[in-house]
T-cell receptor
Framework: AQSVTQPDIHITVSEGASLELRCNYS??????LFWYVQSPGQGLQLLLK??????LVQGIKGFEAEFKRSQSSFNLRKPSVHWSDAAEYFC????????????FGKGTLLTVNP | KAGVTQTPRYLIKTRGQQVTLSCSPI?????VSWYQQTPGQGLQFLFE???????NKGNFPGRFSGRQFSNSRSEMNVSTLELGDSALYLC??????????????FGEGSWLTVV
């Protein structure tokens, strides 16, 4: 069965600092990988996705993520965090060839200090 | 173009009642899926519909059901509500079809409180 682990429940960074959110997945074949962000009381907004090809993917709001098959990881990064980035971030995996079911990690809550 | 629209956004129900939530997907999207989000369990897949057919179902009791109409709009129903059904219910849509690689877009969600 597929699974996603986000080891960090809560991360606090200072505005302007770099950010890396960790995501490890377990899946038997090539997965679809996603990062979503959720602001309080809101739905999920897609930041970026990996299906195939270049293992470094660029997303919206200056985020990027790198797929590392050998480590089963898909970590999210941003070089300089803005206060508006404070939110909860979810990593998700979906089976190859299908888009209909995502398995989510428990999420990482990001706090940004001024 | 308009995103995924869910109604109602907020509702309060009493234990034992039933509730119906509605979802209008992005225009042209034929796949609609539903997720439940709670603080304890996180985001869990409920079911997915494509062209009015349920293609996949998560591990939820039969009290949770859904359907999709010919215009791709979807509804989910929860009968005999329990306190534990209090959650944010998220609808998501994508173009669907196979092979995929389509992106899943989420709505703002429907907040259900059971008292």
């Amino acid at each position: 069965a597929q699974s996603v682990t986000q080891p960090d429940i809560h991360i606090t960074v200072s505005e302007g600092a770099s950010l890396e959110l960790r995501c490890n997945y377990s899946y038997g074949a090539t997965p679809y990988l996603f990062w979503y962000v959720q602001s309080p009381g809101q739905g999920l907004q897609l930041l970026l996705k990996y299906f195939s090809g270049d293992t470094l993917v660029q997303g919206i709001k200056g985020f990027e993520a790198e797929f590392k098959r050998s480590q089963s990881s898909f970590n999210l990064r941003k070089p300089s965090v803005h206060w508006s980035d404070a939110a909860e971030y979810f990593c998700a995996v979906g089976p190859w060839g299908s888009n209909y079911k995502l398995t989510f990690g428990k999420g990482t809550l990001l706090t940004v200090n001024p | 173009k308009a995103g995924v629209t869910q109604t109602p956004r907020y509702l309060i129900k009493t234990r034992g009642q039933q509730v119906t939530l509605s979802c209008s997907p992005i225009s042209g999207h034929r796949s609609v899926s539903w997720y439940q989000q709670t603080p304890g369990q996180g985001l869990q897949f409920l079911f997915e519909y494509f062209s009015e057919t349920q293609r996949n179902k998560g591990n939820f009791p039969g009290r949770f059901s859904g359907r999709q109409f010919s215009n791709s709009r979807s509804e989910m129903n929860v009968s005999t509500l329990e306190l534990g059904d209090s959650a944010l219910y998220l609808c998501a849509s994508s173009r669907g079809g196979s092979p995929s690689g389509n992106t899943i877009y989420f709505g703002e969600g429907s907040w259900l409180t059971v008292v």
